[in-house]
């Protein structure tokens, strides 16, 4: 059984920084793509930032330049920087990840549990 478990974010004024980070465990024979969403209240769930195993970034142009993408192949860790923070990024942010179980041919997307990240303005 594979788990994701996020950590980080919370509130920040505008303008100011978050760090958030989400933690892949189980039996994990690889990940592939990293990815970051978000959910704004009445808002659809959008793509914030993915990275593939051979770290290619991309970013939604909303948050081009200001957010920073990174990974840990060994530690099946993903990272996501967040500067220059604005009230329209306040939403719940969720991570995923393409991961191939040990003992399986093929790889399925798994969600972490959401963190608040809120930007006061």
């Known amino acids: 059984q594979v788990q994701l478990v996020q950590s980080g974010g919370g509130l920040a004024q505008a303008g100011g920084s978050l760090d958030l980070s989400c933690a892949a465990s189980?039996?994990?024979?690889?990940?592939?793509?990293w990815g970051w969403y978000r959910q704004a209240p009445g808002q659809q769930r959008e793509l914030v930032a993915q990275?593939?195993?051979?770290?290619?970034?991309t970013y939604q142009d909303s948050v081009k330049g200001r957010v920073t993408i990174s990974r840990d192949n060994v530690l099946n860790i993903v990272y996501l920087r967040m500067n220059s923070l604005k009230p329209e990024d306040t939403a719940v942010y969720y991570c995923?990840?393409?991961?191939?179980?040990?003992?399986?041919?093929?790889?399925?997307?798994?969600w972490g549990q959401g963190t608040q990240v809120t930007v006061s303005s």
């Open positions: 990275i593939t195993r051979g770290a290619v970034e």
């Open positions: 995923t990840a393409d991961v191939q179980p040990i003992d399986h041919d093929t790889y399925r997307t798994y």
């Open positions: 189980g039996s994990i024979l690889r990940v592939y793509t």
